[in-house]
């Protein structure tokens, strides 16, 4: 198991040298800007030392980061999600490709929905909104009383807080990308076990 020092110290290198280098800056630059010695700064960018919450605040004062920002794991920065480990729901018909653990809750969705096909969908928690965009064929989506017809290329915003109906009446398949942003509680339909890792259910939308 990893120290867990160590691993802050190893985020501090990297993060560290990445912003350093980002702005074109060489050791000397930053030491010279920062009172910070051109030694330090090396020890810390090759994890040879700790440094104090001082020395920290005086290089993130001069970089124009927070202390956070400098010690912020990988995790925290982006996760990818691989194409094998996608949901799949509806019969195959939707896929939850990434979510969100943290609020505002959020899903990206790819859907592809065969001539005739339709995929119903009670309302979401109040405050839900949906993001569309439409690849290929097109799309016909109800949402309450409203009917929206959405062709290849373009894209729709709607309410998802209300019951919906993406159908496909053409004779061509429907591939589309849908991101969904809960306002507060995720929906329960969707809930998961862990942020990373959704429950089987029906489709989302």
Same mark, same amino acid.
């Given at each position: 198991m990893t120290d867990p020092a160590e691993a802050v110290s190893q985020t501090l290198a990297v993060n =560290?040298? $990445? /912003?350093?280098?980002?702005? *074109?800056w060489r050791l000397e630059d =930053? &030491? +010279?800007?920062? *009172?910070v010695s051109r030694g330090m700064l090396q020890q810390i960018e090759t994890v040879r030392t700790n440094p104090s919450i001082t020395t920290l605040a005086r290089i993130c004062a001069t970089l124009g980061i927070s202390i956070g920002e400098l010690v912020e794991p990988p995790e925290e920065l982006g996760r990818v999600a691989r194409a094998d480990d996608a949901v799949v729901r509806s019969g195959g018909r939707a896929r939850l490709l990434i979510n969100d653990g943290q609020a505002p809750f959020t899903e990206l969705w790819d859907f592809r929905l065969p001539p005739g096909d339709e995929i119903r +969908?009670?309302?979401?928690? @109040? !405050? $839900?909104?949906? #993001? =569309? %965009?439409?690849?290929? *064929?097109? #799309? &016909? /989506?109800? @949402?309450? !009383?409203? =009917?929206?017809? /959405? !062709? +290849? !290329?373009?894209? #729709?915003?709607?309410? *998802?807080?209300?019951? %919906? @109906?993406?159908?496909?009446?053409g004779s061509r398949p429907v591939r589309l990308t849908m991101t969904v942003v809960y306002a507060g509680t995720r929906d329960p339909r969707y809930a998961e076990l862990d942020p990373h890792l959704p429950t089987p259910g029906s489709a989302s939308g």
């Open positions: =560290l040298r $990445t /912003v350093r280098q980002a702005r *074109g =930053l &030491a +010279s800007r920062s *009172g +969908s009670d309302a979401h928690p @109040v !405050g $839900t909104r949906e #993001l =569309l %965009h439409v690849h290929e *064929g097109t #799309l &016909a /989506v109800t @949402v309450g !009383g409203a =009917l929206f017809q /959405v !062709g +290849s !290329g373009d894209a #729709l915003r709607m309410r *998802g807080d209300r019951p %919906h @109906v993406y159908a496909n009446p």
